[in-house]
């Protein structure tokens, strides 16, 4: 994966079940790569030891009416921005549209989705 973010340091701001995948959502993040993350989901199999993909806010650089934070999925075969705005810097409104990403890519619609923290 050769966009996978670098992460220094990140606190874990909520822990999720979905099916096998164990998905951390974290915040305060020191990066060790040129994006600056608000936020990361990292969904991680049950037996892996690294994610199979990563939902990120990332800030953008653009001023403020332009969209400063931008969504992006990141997976072994794809980095891709897929919507960019103010709201993506809202930890809620974040975390519901990268769960509903990560369902779809990772083909969990049928698995309930369990916060654990």
């Not at 993909?53 to 953008?60: F, G, T």
Request: negative net charge; hydrophobic residues 40%.
């Amino acid at each position: 994966m050769q966009d996978r973010p670098v992460i220094k340091t990140a606190i874990p701001k909520r822990r999720y079940q979905i099916g096998d995948f164990g998905v951390s959502l974290l915040g305060d993040i020191e990066s060790g790569d040129r994006c600056d993350y608000l936020h990361i989901l990292a969904f991680v199999q049950t037996g892996q030891t690294q994610p199979a993909l990563y939902i990120c806010a990332e800030r953008s650089g653009a001023g403020r009416g332009d969209g400063r934070y931008q969504l992006r999925v990141i997976n072994e075969v794809m980095s891709e921005v897929v919507d960019t705005g103010e709201k993506w810097a809202d930890l809620d409104s974040f975390a519901e549209q990268g769960l509903a990403l990560g369902v779809q890519a990772l083909g969990l619609r049928q698995e309930p989705i369990l916060r654990l923290m």
